[in-house]
Nanobody, 124 residues
């Protein structure tokens, strides 16, 4: 019943920008922490960013801090990831996720629901 659908991926040049969106349904969106992970071929899934359900606090991986911004619109049941100054190493499938844990966790196994992912490719 729970569905997370990512969109906005594509191919861009290094230094460019993309905005990813994740539309959620089947859950009480405002009660879930929302997050983004990414996974490149041959690598483990990696935490990117998260935003709390209550106070709106945000968390970022060191590799994207200062370049990416996560936000949410509870009225639209949508979470966004604005990605600027993109680098080739940002190339990956990006996944939207949701969880209800009290403390934010960067381990993928903790998160309850996942989208199917959207491909982001950065060319040099």
């Amino acid at each position: 019943q729970v569905q997370l659908v990512e969109s906005g991926g594509g191919l861009v040049q290094a230094g460019g920008s993309l905005r990813l969106s994740c539309a959620a349904s089947g859950l009480t969106f405002s009660t879930y922490r929302m997050g983004w992970f990414r996974q490149a071929p041959g690598k483990e899934r990696q935490f990117v960013a998260a935003i709390n359900w209550s106070n709106g606090n945000t968390y970022y991986a060191d590799s994207v801090k200062g370049r990416f911004t996560i936000s949410r619109d509870n009225a639209k049941n949508t979470v966004y990831l604005q990605m600027n100054s993109l680098k080739p190493e940002d190339t990956a499938v990006y996944y939207c996720a949701a969880d209800r844990s009290v403390v934010v966790n960067t381990t993928p196994k903790v998160w309850d629901y996942w989208g199917q992912g959207t491909q982001v490719t950065i060319s040099s």
